[in-house]
């Protein structure tokens, strides 16, 4: 089989076997990326030299009969939010355009030790605040099933990456949906781990609350091997959770899924759902039932609250994060400034672009004295309804499976003039980071006009293993996931 | 809610950002508009309803305040838009 169609697992067993190199491998998935990466605008960087240097070390230590990790000399892109030391970290924005990380984020730190070989930087939405990373300030990453349609976001570097089998694995980053809604969209799959899973970091700041690394891969195994090596406790993350470490790849060949209980929230399949999302994400719970799952109608009744909490929580966290681009320890400074107010203003007022200006616009509007009540903390008071609403709901079923978006992809400039329209791409994906839920995206279909559908499984906190083992006995039963786009 | 030019002017100081004339207009009607949408909260009640500022408990992290020697300072000063021995340089604050 092509190197590009094996999936990491199996890559990963190769190379320790001395079937295949590490070299052959990453030189493979650098040839992908020099066809393809012009016409898609996936990669902000590439580091090829350093990506061979490493795979020859793997592949030295292999013939040497040293121990490696469970991933070594497989090729992982990283969001340009996640910093690796030495190398720039833009998050697609200008005003981070000349900076160059002073340290390794903890989960690179973690894919190294596993022996993962670090392939570039991908493309995003500035500061991950977008559903089409048509907010990056440098390029518009294209759909790799159909260039006219946005490979969702904030995440659409490493989903598309994935998706067009440039790299194997890639790492993004998911506040209210960054993870999962730009998988569905690229026919991948993506997840967001339960907060607290995945240390934080290195990893840019937007909403320290939601934020949470995790994996993109073409199958569940493989993101089942990726969670595997980037979780685990960080005491340099206050928030980082110390559970005891899972192999999920094994754990989830383990028995089956009959009598799994699985919810439905009748809230996300609605009449204004797209029809063909529809039926196709209908045809996914069927196969979960023939498993021998248990479907069981559930309600989560604070959903149609979710996007105007979101919208008031993450970007008045957003505010106080990026008040630290003011132009002195680092980043873009405006030189025209006759004070240092003016040099704040100026440096902040050219810096950012527009959809993160109305984010801080918003979250300082929604803090400011005299709407604090009436905003943030009555946002903050609704997501305690929210999570309680899935509190009850856990007590009937193990998971809870919802379409991933409302509709398939939507094309470049469709939703920029109405932010409003753009917030609420996010619908379906916002809860579960307001919940601290794990969540995955699952391909489960295509359009008639050829463009990706997926599914999302939704678990209690903590509880990944039972989301990946779900997914995974659905994909060996379906074949979405073997799929890849033309050219 | 309605937002007027002057809130947007008001808000954009507090948030240190310049806007051009143009962006305030934008500004003005995009966010009466999400703000408006935002006043669906006001339909929940919410009395007696404890806020959630993090939606997994975790408590207190304590560690021991050690010092550890950083070596590497010249990689963060090197970011830095303007520096003089190892300090970053600033307009005059104090007249």
Not at chain 1, 10 to 25: G, Y
Not at chain 1, 221 to 228: G, V
Not at chain 1, 346 to 360: H, L, Q
Not at chain 1, 462 to 484: N, P, R, S
Request: glycine residues 8%.
């Amino acid at each position: 089989m092509e190197i590009f169609k094996t999936t990491a697992s199996n890559l990963a067993k190769q190379i320790k076997n001395k079937e295949i190199t590490s070299l052959e491998v990453v030189s493979s998935f650098i040839n992908r990326i020099k066809t393809k990466n012009e016409k898609l605008s996936v990669f902000l960087n590439v580091f090829e030299s350093e990506a061979l240097d490493a795979a020859k070390e793997i592949d030295k230590k292999i013939s040497s009969g040293q121990p490696v990790g469970p991933l070594a000399g497989i090729p992982v892109a990283i969001k340009d939010n996640i910093c690796i030391k030495n190398k720039p970290a833009t998050c697609g924005s200008k005003i981070l355009q000349n900076y160059s990380s002073p340290y390794d984020a903890a989960v690179i730190d973690k894919l190294k030790e596993s022996g993962a070989v670090i392939i570039g930087k991908t493309n995003m939405d500035e500061f991950a605040m977008g559903s089409s990373t048509e907010n990056s300030a440098f390029m518009k990453t294209k759909n790799p099933w159909n260039p006219d349609y946005v490979p969702g976001g904030s995440s659409g570097g490493s989903a598309a990456a994935v998706g067009s089998a440039m790299v194997p694995l890639a790492i993004g980053s998911d506040t209210g949906g960054s993870i999962r809604q730009p998988a569905s969209c690229c026919s991948v799959v993506g997840m967001k781990p339960t907060y607290g899973t995945v240390s934080r970091y290195g990893l840019v700041a937007f909403a320290s609350s939601l934020d949470q690394i995790g994996p993109f891969a073409k199958t569940v195994e493989d993101a089942a091997l990726l969670l595997t090596a980037l979780s685990g406790y960080d005491k340099k993350d206050s928030t980082s959770v110390n559970c005891p470490k899972q192999d999920f790849l094994s754990l989830i060949q383990n028995g089956d899924i009959k009598g799994l209980k699985i919810g439905l929230p009748k809230e996300y399949f609605i009449p204004g759902i797209d029809a063909e999302v529809d039926k196709v994400v209908k045809e996914a719970i069927k196969k979960l039932e023939s498993l021998g799952a248990e479907i069981i109608d559930v309600s989560l009744p604070h959903t149609e609250y979710a996007v105007a909490v979101y919208y008031i929580i993450a970007p008045s966290e957003a505010s106080a994060n990026l008040a630290r681009y003011d132009g002195i320890r680092y980043g873009y400074r405006s030189n025209d400034a006759i004070d240092l107010m003016e040099m704040y203003k100026k440096t902040r007022g050219a810096g950012f672009g527009p959809e993160v200006k109305r984010r801080i616009m918003l979250g300082t509007y929604a803090l400011s004295s005299g709407y604090y009540d009436a905003y943030y903390a009555k946002a903050q008071k609704v997501r305690t309804l929210i999570k309680k609403d899935f509190d009850d709901v856990y007590k009937k079923v193990d998971v809870i499976v919802t379409p991933t978006t409302a509709t398939p992809p939507f094309k470049f400039g469709e939703k920029t003039d109405d932010p409003l329209q753009m917030y609420l791409s996010d619908i379906f994906t916002i809860s579960c980071n307001l919940a601290g839920l794990p969540g995955i995206s699952i391909p489960c279909g295509f359009t008639k006009n050829n463009l990706p559908i997926g599914f999302q499984i939704l678990g209690k906190q903590f509880d990944e293993l039972t989301v990946l083992k779900a997914g995974y006995e659905y994909q060996k039963i379906t074949d979405w996931h073997l799929k890849y786009p033309e050219g | 809610m309605s937002i007027t030019r002057k809130d947007v002017e008001y808000v954009a100081n507090l948030a240190r950002l310049q806007l051009s004339e143009q962006e305030k207009d934008t500004y003005t009607g995009q966010l009466e508009n999400i703000l408006k949408y935002m006043d669906t909260l006001q339909k929940v009640d919410t009395s007696g309803v404890a806020p959630t500022s993090v939606a997994v408990r975790t408590d207190n992290c304590w560690r021991e305040d050690e010092a550890v020697r950083y070596e590497e300072s010249a990689l963060i000063m090197n970011n830095a838009p303007e520096q003089e021995e190892g300090l970053f340089k600033v307009k005059k604050i104090i007249g």
